[in-house]
């Protein structure tokens, strides 16, 4: 399986952007899906995760009320809509997938994740 990541930018302070992360290769059937960030000289933390079927989203405090992960399986397709930017938003977003439910990527974190996107770069200017 591969992940691509896109729709990183450069963007003012409360704008807004949308990333993309499409899956190939094959299907990933019951695979919780999740985006993770990493800003420079700091380690890739969570952002948001959501389940297979979609119903079950969760959220780092720090992007909670303004990011909305969402999927569409049909288009092997992960989202995040991300409003109201702020500059410490600014990292390199990963997608990554995960043969297991949701909650352990909430709670495991990087830990265990199967696949990972490359990436793309979302610079958030004050």
């Known amino acids: 399986v591969q992940l691509q990541a896109s729709g990183g930018g450069l963007v003012q302070a409360g704008g807004s952007l949308r990333l993309s992360c499409a899956a190939s290769g094959r299907t990933l059937d019951r695979h919780a899906m999740a985006w993770f960030r990493q800003a420079p000289g700091k380690e890739r933390e969570f952002v948001s995760a959501?389940?297979?079927?979609?119903?079950?989203?969760y959220y780092a405090d720090s992007v909670k009320g303004r990011f909305t992960i969402s999927r569409d399986n049909a288009k092997n397709t992960m989202y995040l809509q991300m409003n109201s930017l702020k500059p410490e938003d600014t990292a390199v977003y990963y997608c990554?997938?995960?043969?297991?439910?949701?909650?352990?990527?909430?709670?495991?974190?990087?830990?265990?994740?199967?696949?990972w996107g490359k990436g793309t770069l979302v610079t958030v200017s004050s």
């Open positions: 990554a997938a995960k043969n297991s439910r949701v909650e352990t990527i909430v709670r495991w974190g990087r830990v265990g994740i199967d696949y």
């Open positions: 959501i389940s297979w079927g979609g119903d079950s989203t």
